[in-house]
């Protein structure tokens, strides 16, 4: 079956920090780019950081510039994200998502991971 | 970045009848527009990419049009399972960006 697990997510303090990892099957993972979006709790969708397929292209929206860091292991099919100096605003659900080659839209998701910064 | 503005926010239709909802960016985004369709507790899925081409195994009473500033996704015919909240995706201009929602509900 081709899907996403996210995992990783749970309740940290602020200032905290946290791995996010997403498992992939079903499709050749080292043949597309990848993204984590988040959706803060009854908000919209917000894009959080891009990865190409070989890891050559790397990006992030600027409010986790220099906290968060992107990488993928394609021998394993994973993609993590590393959240460093949590906020209570990255309170949110972390989503992993397949980028269509040269198309940019994101045609496969993961279900999702709640992330909770709280004291 | 690109801000985009989707209109209307709620939009009450009974089953059958026909949804337009809007998406306006404040500035071109060619056609590098998708939607994407979100029930509650659920990831979003993928509908339509680059303004007008349907993604794998999406119903055909779903359209995509519109290019540069001003797109719209169509629903010809509302099904019960089309009740939920809509959001528009931009790619052309760094960072992508997507619009505020367009919940669809039942009137």
């Known amino acids: 079956e081709v899907q996403l697990v996210e995992s990783g997510g749970g309740l940290v303090k602020p200032g905290g920090s946290l791995r996010l990892s997403c498992g992939a099957s079903g499709f050749t993972f080292s043949g597309h780019s990848m993204n984590w979006v988040r959706q803060a709790p009854g908000k919209g969708l917000e894009w959080v950081s891009f990865i190409s397929s070989s890891s050559i292209y790397i990006q992030y929206a600027d409010s986790v510039k220099g906290r968060f860091t992107i990488s993928r292991d394609n021998a394993k099919d994973s993609l993590y994200l590393q959240m460093n100096s949590l906020r209570t605003e990255d309170t949110a659900v972390y989503y992993c998502?397949?980028?269509?080659?040269?198309?940019?839209?994101?045609?496969?998701w993961g279900p999702g991971t709640m992330v909770t910064v709280s004291s | 970045e690109t801000v985009l503005t989707q209109s209307p926010a709620t939009l009450s239709l009974s089953p059958g009848e026909r949804a337009t909802l809007s998406c306006r960016a404040s500035?071109?985004?060619?056609?590098?527009l998708a939607w994407y369709q979100q029930k509650p507790g659920q990831a979003p899925r993928l509908l339509i990419y680059d303004a007008s081409t349907r993604a794998t195994g999406i119903p055909a009473r779903f359209s995509g049009s519109g290019s540069g500033t001003d797109f719209t996704l169509t629903i010809s015919s509302l099904e019960p399972e089309d009740f939920a909240v809509y959001y528009c995706q931009q790619r052309s201009n760094w960072p992508t960006t997507f619009g505020q929602g367009t919940k669809v509900e039942i009137k």
């Open positions: 998502a397949r980028g269509i080659p040269e198309r940019g839209a994101y045609d496969l």
């Open positions: 500035q071109s985004v060619t056609n590098f």
